[in-house]
C-alpha cells in the first residue's frame, strides 16, 4: 500500500472509533451534569481557540515549559504535522472549543516508536467537570488502531489535579526529577506517568 493511502487509512479508522466512542461518553456527560458535549477530531479552523487555551498555561502558569505564545498559524501548523499520523481530538459545546488532547512521538529514535507523549490542556474555565477523562477515553479507543504500546505523561509539579485526572484513567507514577526546569524565576519538578496499552497486540 502507497504511504500516503496507509496514513489516510489509518486516520479514517481512528476518526471513526472516535466518533463511536464519542457518542457513548458524550451520552453519559450529558447525563451525569446536564451538559452536552461533544469530542471529535480536531480541524484546521480549530487552531485559533486551541491555541487560546494553550496560550494562558503558557503565559500564566509552569505548566506548560513552553514561554512564547503560539500564534493561531503556528498553532496550525503543529495539528497539521502532528494529526498526519496520530489522533488530535477536541472537546465542544455549543461551537466552544472546551479542551484538546493528542499524541505524538514521545522521542525521536526509531526504537521509541511504540512509545508515545500525551497531551490533554483544558479552558481553564472548564475544568472539573470531567473534560479530561472523556478526552482521554476517547484517546484511549482511538489509539486501539496505532501501533503503541506505551503511552507517557510528564507533569509539572505540583499539580494535583492533573495527577488525579492520570491515576484516575490507568496511568502510573514511574519518575521524579527535581528542579528540571525553570520558568517565571521558580525552579520546577517534572514527574512522569505511563500507562500500557494495547497489550493483545504483536509488535515489530
Same mark, same amino acid.
Not at 526529577?177 to 497489550?199: E, P, S
Given at each position: 500500500m502507497h504511504f500516503l493511502s496507509a496514513v489516510l487509512t489509518q486516520i479514517d479508522v481512528f476518526h471513526l472509533r472516535v466518533s463511536k466512542t464519542a457518542d457513548i461518553l458524550c451520552a453519559h456527560l450529558h447525563a451525569v451534569t446536564g451538559y452536552s458535549?461533544?469530542?471529535? *477530531?480536531?480541524?484546521?479552523?480549530?487552531?485559533? *481557540?486551541i491555541a487560546e487555551i494553550y496560550n494562558y498555561y503558557i503565559n500564566e502558569t509552569v505548566i506548560s515549559f513552553e514561554q512564547t505564545p503560539l500564534s493561531e498559524a503556528q498553532m496550525a501548523e503543529r495539528i497539521a504535522k502532528i494529526s498526519a499520523n496520530y489522533p488530535w481530538l477536541v472537546a465542544e459545546e455549543n461551537g466552544e472549543i472546551l479542551g484538546f488532547a493528542y499524541v505524538a512521538l514521545w522521542q525521536e529514535r526509531v526504537a521509541y516508536r511504540h512509545s508515545l507523549v500525551t497531551t490533554v490542556y483544558l479552558n481553564r474555565n472548564h475544568t472539573g467537570r470531567g473534560l479530561g477523562k472523556a478526552l482521554y477515553e476517547a484517546l484511549f479507543e482511538a489509539l486501539t488502531s496505532v501501533d503503541c504500546r506505551v503511552l507517557v505523561a510528564g507533569i509539572a509539579l505540583p499539580n494535583a489535579a492533573s495527577v488525579a485526572l492520570h491515576e484516575k484513567v490507568g496511568f502510573e507514577k514511574v519518575a521524579h526529577f527535581k528542579d528540571v526546569g525553570r520558568k517565571h524565576g521558580q525552579w520546577v519538578d517534572v514527574g512522569y506517568w505511563q500507562k500500557t496499552i494495547n497489550t493483545d497486540r504483536e509488535f515489530p
Amino acid at each position: 500500500m502507497h504511504f500516503l493511502s496507509a496514513v489516510l487509512t489509518q486516520i479514517d479508522v481512528f476518526h471513526l472509533r472516535v466518533s463511536k466512542t464519542a457518542d457513548i461518553l458524550c451520552a453519559h456527560l450529558h447525563a451525569v451534569t446536564g451538559y452536552s458535549i461533544m469530542i471529535r *477530531a480536531c480541524r484546521p479552523a480549530d487552531a485559533g *481557540a486551541i491555541a487560546e487555551i494553550y496560550n494562558y498555561y503558557i503565559n500564566e502558569t509552569v505548566i506548560s515549559f513552553e514561554q512564547t505564545p503560539l500564534s493561531e498559524a503556528q498553532m496550525a501548523e503543529r495539528i497539521a504535522k502532528i494529526s498526519a499520523n496520530y489522533p488530535w481530538l477536541v472537546a465542544e459545546e455549543n461551537g466552544e472549543i472546551l479542551g484538546f488532547a493528542y499524541v505524538a512521538l514521545w522521542q525521536e529514535r526509531v526504537a521509541y516508536r511504540h512509545s508515545l507523549v500525551t497531551t490533554v490542556y483544558l479552558n481553564r474555565n472548564h475544568t472539573g467537570r470531567g473534560l479530561g477523562k472523556a478526552l482521554y477515553e476517547a484517546l484511549f479507543e482511538a489509539l486501539t488502531s496505532v501501533d503503541c504500546r506505551v503511552l507517557v505523561a510528564g507533569i509539572a509539579l505540583p499539580n494535583a489535579a492533573s495527577v488525579a485526572l492520570h491515576e484516575k484513567v490507568g496511568f502510573e507514577k514511574v519518575a521524579h526529577f527535581k528542579d528540571v526546569g525553570r520558568k517565571h524565576g521558580q525552579w520546577v519538578d517534572v514527574g512522569y506517568w505511563q500507562k500500557t496499552i494495547n497489550t493483545d497486540r504483536e509488535f515489530p
